[in-house]
């Protein structure tokens, strides 16, 4: 009998906890496994604001794929997916076609520009590691070049960060300590340099806890950051943005730096599949599957699950992809020796959010921390994810151990 090929897309947290959950579940002869990602290497997202500001390398961001799978029973193809045909069962990339019997996509998120004018064009996004070096290199040339040139655009100095959320305040906490090297490195007055968050809704961290958002904001401003909130921003263009402040006022700030930091979506990809889709996130089944697409599964960030207390969506965070991912390898072995499959049930342990090298807010089991006990929690949360997909040996190469 032919074995039953699965084919999972994207190598992030999702897509590498599903191969490596499979991996153990399934025998060497049980199925075909094959990964495709558009890149030999994996790089963890969550660590995607620091090397946007430079207090760390892109390559510390990243791993080789082939040292976490098991090249005997997982079959790793580098290549773009550029169609997904979920009927037709086959998947076409720039390095070939695939067929399947059960596919799993995990292709991440996507920066929502919400169809915000110039955003597109004028802001960068932290979505991947090379958008992450391009953020890192582009500041530095701005700070390069007001050093160098005659007639000194002052705004060059300027970095605009649209949005609050997580993203928004942990590349904040990183750029808060990079500015002091950046102006030693380039000679450059540090009262030249101004950090603007820009937040539309009322408060920074929309829903988070307000202590623990004053205790942010309020070491944040005391490394020099502003804030502008409650101004959702309305346009880019090359020289700035532009946000609304009233009924009909607005404010443009010139800045040579616009990052966008304002919302995810899924994968473009999923929008041209026959998926009903949201934002290209799927609402999926309680297995995990796609409705009305029994060999489709759907994790990480293209996923989209209630959480049935609250009645909204489970917010896209690695944490849920892997346990997806997980959860994913199990219903297909299921399928494949013929039972039936799990219901998913996230495990929230909780989120920290970090402030920098030093510094972190975040509600654990319940729980509120602050300061370096929360930093050091977030490193160790880091290191956790790595050990899940690699082990001890992936822990020792790519792990946090700067621990205060
Ligand atoms: P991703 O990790 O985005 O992986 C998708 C993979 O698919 C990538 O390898 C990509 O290269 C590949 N891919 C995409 N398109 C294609 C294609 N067409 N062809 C082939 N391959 C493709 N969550 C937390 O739980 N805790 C945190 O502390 C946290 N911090 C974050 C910090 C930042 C700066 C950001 C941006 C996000 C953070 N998140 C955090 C959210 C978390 O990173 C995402 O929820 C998580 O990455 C989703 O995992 P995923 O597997 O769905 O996708
Ligand atoms: P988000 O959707 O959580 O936050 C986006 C922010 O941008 C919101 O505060 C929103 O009000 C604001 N915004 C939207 N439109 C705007 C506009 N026009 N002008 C100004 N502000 C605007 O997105 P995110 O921060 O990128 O996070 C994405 C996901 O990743 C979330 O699920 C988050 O929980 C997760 N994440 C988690 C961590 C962590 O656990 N430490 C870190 C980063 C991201």
Known sequence: MKRPSILVLGAGYGGLATVVNLQKVLGTDAADITLINKNEYHYES???????????????????????????????????????D????????????????????ALGFEG??????????????????????????????????????????DSRLTIVVGGAGFTGIEFLGELANRVPELCK???VPREKVRVVCVEAAPMVLPGFDPELVNYAVGNLEAKGIEFSIGTPVVEATPEGVNIKKGDDEFEFIKAGTVVWAAGVRGSKLIESTPIENMRARVKVEKDLRAPGFEDVFIVGDCALMINEETNRPFPPTAQIAMQQGEAAAKN??????????????????????????????????????TGKRASFMKKMIDNRALYMIGGPSLVMKKGKFNVL
């Open 46 to 84: 969550t660590w995607l604001h620091e090397a946007a500001a430079g207090t760390m390398l892109p390559e510390q961001v990243r791993y080789d794929i082939k040292d976490v799978i098991d090249g005997v029973k997982v079959k790793f193809v580098q290549a773009t997916v550029e169609a997904i």
């Open 86 to 105: 979920v009927t037709g069962k086959k998947v076409s990339t720039d390095n070939g076609d695939f067929t399947y019997d059960y596919i799993v996509i």
């Open 112 to 153: 929502e520009t919400f169809g915000i004018e110039g955003l597109d064009k004028y802001a960068l996004s932290i979505a991947n590691v090379t958008a992450a070096r391009y953020i890192r290199e582009h500041i530095e040339y701005q700070f390069a070049t007001w050093s160098s040139e005659e007639v000194k655009d």
């Open 185 to 187: 490195e380039f000679d």
């Open 332 to 369: 297909i072995s299921a399928l494949i020796k013929g039972e039936e499959t799990h219901a998913f049930e996230p495990d929230l342990k909780g989120t920290v959010c970090s402030l920098g090298e030093d510094d972190a807010i975040g509600v654990v089991f319940g729980r509120k921390v």
